[in-house]
């Protein structure tokens, strides 16, 4: 198991490499955050905010985007979303381009 870091305010750090394999980030604030190359394979996201984080879109699995993730204006151009679980989820002014959300669960997402 990783770090807990649930509701833990992280907002604008810069998290380039940082391994946050199995960390527990429920409820976390991630906005602005600068995910380069920082891995998040399953990650623990129940309702983490990421509004205008930029991740690193090879790292981002559809297991590690849950339901109700606050995802509103981050940077997601070429992100595999495809089977992710985004219900209720926040996509608001998120930048989806060439975002690949095949089969995708969207129920009650915000688009």
């Not at 649930?6 to 380039?16: E, T």
């Not at 509004?51 to 595999?80: H, K």
């Not at 089977?83 to 381009?97: F, K, M, P, V, Y």
């Amino acid at each position: 198991m990783g770090a807990d870091l649930s509701n833990a305010d992280l907002s604008g750090a810069y998290l380039f490499d940082a391994g946050l394999s199995e960390a527990i980030l429920t409820e976390a604030n991630l906005t602005g955050c600068r995910l380069r190359g920082a891995t998040v394979s399953d990650a623990q996201l129940a309702d983490a905010r990421f509004e205008y984080s930029i991740p690193n879109d090879e790292d981002i699995t559809p297991s590690d985007i849950i339901s109700g993730a606050d995802l509103s204006g981050a940077d997601l151009r070429a992100a595999d979303l495809s089977e992710a679980d985004l219900r209720e989820a926040d996509l608001s002014g998120a930048h989806l381009r060439e975002a690949d959300l095949s089969g995708a669960h969207l129920f009650d997402a915000d688009l």
